[in-house]
């Protein structure tokens, strides 16, 4: 069946940097756009960055800059490079592609 499994998640004090993965299997990920979404308390779920199945990919602005997604296919992974981080990028970061969810990674940063 189909997963989407986070890892990478967790502390940092700001400035730091953090390196989010995610797995999917029981679908080739190369085939999907993928992307991840983050949720403060409090706060509504944002769109953080997509990547496309072309490799093209889409950032907030409040992370330009600062966050880079890439893809390897033969892995079927997205991996989520997040330097500079600030308190405000503190949150559950969730993978997802269209039709699928991962159930999250914690970062906090302080």
């Known amino acids: 069946h189909v997963q989407l499994v986070e890892s990478g998640g967790g502390s940092v004090q700001a400035g730091g940097s953090l390196r989010l993965s995610c797995t999917a299997s029981?679908?080739?990920?190369?085939?999907?756009?993928m992307g991840w979404y983050r949720q403060a308390p409090g706060n509504e779920c944002e769109l953080v960055s997509t990547?496309?199945?072309?490799?093209?990919?889409y950032y907030a602005d409040s992370v330009k800059g600062r966050f880079t997604l890439s893809r390897d296919n033969v892995e079927n992974t997205v991996t989520l490079q997040m330097n500079s981080l600030q308190s405000e990028d503190s949150g559950v970061y969730f993978c997802?592609?269209?039709?699928?969810w991962g159930r999250g990674t914690q970062v906090t940063v302080s």
């Open positions: 990547i496309s199945s072309d490799g093209s990919t």
């Open positions: 029981g679908f080739s990920s190369g085939d999907s756009d």
């Open positions: 997802a592609t269209p039709m699928y």
